[in-house]
């Protein structure tokens, strides 16, 4: 049942007092929350702006108008400012999950009639925050009943994909004096927060969410993210973010240490109880069990031709095309009214084992080049370089432990080619695996002590050939075995061919250098076979 109401411009009452049937009211509100739903109907590409309102006597209500006609009203509706509503719809909220405890909405129409103003003594009661050790405890938690909360960051998870929903999710802790309380964030919402996570910045991160939705998993509560209705600031300057600073203790609020992504805690717990399996690239090549392994390796190049980054949707992370005529994503249907790029990068990366491409995600390539790939695409816009410096700076020559999945993926080249879950590069966690996995540790071994057949028959063939594969510069000063020995300077033919076995007896250690090689001789610039060498060099130090 809905009821059309025409109101005088003198006469304002209160939320409370709004009822189907009454037809001489009128509101003076302050908006709490604005923002755009998306329609799902083709019919309607628009969709809708909604709204939470507060009165003078801070009661709310839910308020909805058609897009279109929003913008027919050239009027700008912002967050916390004030406005005259008149001539409008009441109707019950049938909504699944309460942005209010109001049993009714408002429909805003085309003959509704908005109007800001200003006053001082307006009351401001933007948010309506829940304890912590109340929705831990279950107390007096609903589950519909979307609510704020603010807390202070003291642990983060690395996004991870949800094959079932297409989407990403973000885990993380927060905590005020008394309770920690877990929280989750999916798709849109991870990107800006997760910059914020990552930054190197002393202060302590406060995050507020409003309008959070209640997730029971097991027996466990947590708030997430509810569609575009929430609202995530973090490190905002309002006064509810001075005063939770105020509030807490001052050890913690002086900085931010307390703040450690989880992964990296995992990461570290694997190396430090010597549960992580490493092994060289030569043991996994042929692997045809799923599985997963670490390898130590340096990244020697980047194989990618073309593109780094691929436009994406913002909801499913999904490929789709740059076309300005329909931003929505044909997977998830979600439309997107802002470009969002995300990395695909391939990486060639040599051990004492060999080598291999290492396909790395949006979210390994973050963790190496530090910022996002829109950044870098709009920093690089005007830039002839095909691949940008701060890719190249990033990742090329840099050591870096890499988990990999099992079986290689199926490629027409010569080297295998293996999809990336996670890298690793904290200090600490070299020390730990350092530490842990000497020489006489399984596959860490040193290569000298574990040279098998296959790799003396690699570096013999290495040494048989090293003649055909030797740069120009190195070939001319070859001696000249036709010229007096007198005449030589010192050169003995000798003494240099025992020096190519050496070098041969040391590509034992680095069969790396096989591929490399091979790739010189069929063309490619000899500036990657000297590369290498430093790779080699850089490996065993």
Request: hydrophobic content about 35%; overall charge negative.
């Amino acid at each position: 049942m809905t009821s059309s109401y025409s109101v005088s411009s003198s006469l304002y009452v209160n939320i409370s007092d709004l009822e189907p049937g009454k037809s001489e009211l009128g509101l003076k509100v302050r908006v709490v929350r604005c923002y755009r739903q998306p329609s799902l109907y083709k019919t309607d590409p628009d969709g809708t702006l909604e709204m939470i309102l507060h009165d003078e006597i801070e009661d709310r209500i839910h308020a909805t108008i058609d897009f279109g006609v929003f913008k027919r009203k050239k009027i700008d509706i912002i967050e916390g400012g004030l406005y005259r509503i008149k001539i409008f719809f009441v109707a019950h909220d049938m909504t699944k999950y309460k942005s209010t405890t109001n049993r009714f909405k408002l429909r805003l129409t085309n003959q509704t009639s908005i109007c800001a103003f200003q006053d001082p003594d307006f009351p401001s009661s933007m948010y309506r925050f829940r304890d912590l050790f109340e929705i831990s405890n279950d107390i007096s938690v609903d589950n519909f009943q979307l609510l704020d909360i603010i807390g202070r960051v003291v642990s983060y998870q690395k996004p991870t994909f949800v094959p079932k929903l297409s989407t990403n999710r973000m885990d993380f802790r927060i905590a005020d004096t008394y309770r920690e309380l877990g929280c989750s964030l999916w798709s849109e919402y991870i990107d800006p927060v997760l910059a914020i996570f990552e930054k190197d910045d002393p202060r302590p991160i406060i995050i507020c969410i409003q309008f959070g939705k209640i997730t029971r998993i097991y027996d466990e509560i947590k708030v997430s993210n509810s569609f575009h209705i929430t609202k995530v600031t973090v490190n905002g300057d309002s006064d509810v973010f001075h005063n939770f600073l105020t509030g807490m203790t001052p050890d913690v609020s002086a900085s931010q240490n307390n703040l450690v992504a989880e992964e990296f805690h995992d990461v570290l717990a694997l190396f430090k109880n010597s549960s992580a399996d490493v092994r060289k690239i030569s043991d996994i090549t042929d692997v045809q069990q799923e599985n997963k392994f670490w390898v130590d390796a340096t990244i020697a190049q980047i194989e990618t031709k073309g593109d780094l980054w691929y436009p994406s949707c913002r909801n499913c992370f999904k490929k789709m095309p740059l076309d300005p005529r329909n931003r929505r994503c044909f997977i998830c249907g979600e439309e997107n009214f802002s470009e969002n790029f995300r990395y695909k990068i391939e990486v060639l990366v040599a051990d004492s084992g060999g080598c291999a491409n290492m396909l790395l995600w949006d979210g390994q390539c973050l963790t190496l080049i530090g910022k996002s790939a829109k950044y870098i695409k709009q920093l690089n816009e005007r830039s002839c370089r095909v691949i940008p410096q701060e890719i190249t700076d990033s990742m090329v020559d840099r050591r870096v432990l890499f988990e990999v999945k099992t079986p290689a993926n199926k490629t027409n080249r010569d080297v295998p080619q293996f999809t990336v879950s996670r890298v690793a590069v904290d200090e600490e966690i070299f020390e730990m695996y350092a530490l842990n996995y000497t020489p006489s540790k399984g596959s860490t071994t040193n290569c000298k002590n574990e040279v098998n057949v296959a790799d003396n028959e690699v570096c013999s063939k290495l040494s048989k050939g090293k003649e055909k594969v030797d740069c120009e510069d190195e070939l001319e000063n070859e001696p000249d075995i036709d010229a007096d020995p007198d005449q030589l300077d010192g050169k003995d033919i000798t003494n240099s061919e025992q020096i190519l076995e050496d070098e041969s007896e040391d590509c034992a250690d680095d069969v790396s250098l096989k591929y490399l090689k091979e790739k010189k001789s069929n063309g490619y610039d000899a500036k990657y076979t000297s590369k290498n060498k430093k790779l080699k060099m850089k490996h065993h130090k």
